[in-house]
């Protein structure tokens, strides 16, 4: 079966570097997404990744390994604004997102 | 409009009775979805379309139905709801299928209670 695993709940200082974990397992493979979503909001788009490698964006960087079926998203410089949940979606061979429930990040000062 | 719109922002509703959620994009993406979101899960593709003209079913269809007869809208239909489908729906688009250009974008939800 399709299967996400990531940390339900993290909690960082502000200032500091978070990095967020996620395993998974999917029928074939297509990219992998992470997504932003604060409380009460729709999800936003962070990052995408097809190649195995770090993707690095601002203060987002998204690690990728493929033969591990293993994601991280790098968090630095944190701020409060960060405080949110953060999806992990790989791509399936049917190019349908598999989403998991997500890590809520806690930003305390 | 910018992106994508649905409506109603919220809703409460009678067991029973038939709803339709409205999503409507402006940026000319081929693919649309409709997802539902409740606490402490992921979010659960309902229906999918690829293109105008074709649906599809998701993960959690049973009790909704969907139609694409343009590329810009995409409605949600609860045929007669029940209390399991009080949830917070969200409709995405993107340019599809496929790498990047399968980039999910959301609208802002209709948070929906069925009593």
């Known amino acids: 079966g399709q299967n996400i695993d990531q940390p339900t709940e993290m909690t960082a200082t502000e200032g500091a570097i978070v990095q967020i974990n996620c395993t998974y397992q999917t029928s074939g493979f297509n990219g992998l997404f992470w997504y932003q979503q604060h409380a009460g909001e729709a999800p936003t788009f962070l990052s995408y990744?097809?190649l195995d490698g770090l993707e690095e964006k601002g203060r987002f960087s998204s690690f990728l390994s493929r033969s591990k079926g293993y994601s991280y998203l790098l968090l630095k410089e944190l701020q409060m604004k960060d405080s949110a949940s953060y999806l992990c979606?790989?791509?399936?061979?049917?190019?349908?997102?598999?989403w998991g429930a997500g890590t809520k990040l806690i930003i305390k000062p | 409009i910018a992106g994508i719109t649905q409506a109603p922002t919220s809703q409460i509703l009678a067991a029973g009775r038939r709803m339709t959620l409205r999503c409507t994009q402006d940026?000319?993406?081929?693919?649309m979805y409709w997802y539902r979101q409740d606490l402490g899960l992921g979010l659960r593709l309902i229906h999918y379309?690829?293109?105008?003209?074709?649906?599809g079913k998701g993960e959690v269809p049973d009790g909704y139905s969907v139609s694409r007869a343009n590329t810009d809208d995409f409605p949600l239909t609860l045929a007669s709801a029940v209390p399991s489908q009080t949830s917070v729906y969200f409709c995405?688009?993107?340019?599809?299928?496929?790498?990047?250009?399968?980039?999910?974008?959301f609208g802002p939800g209709t948070r929906l209670t069925v009593l």
């Open positions: 979606a790989p791509m399936d061979s049917n190019y349908q997102l598999i």
């Open positions: 379309s690829n293109t105008a003209g074709t649906t």
């Open positions: 995405a688009s993107s340019e599809g299928p496929g790498g990047s250009g399968d980039t999910q974008y």
């Open positions: 990744n097809v």
């Open positions: 940026m000319r993406h081929n693919a």
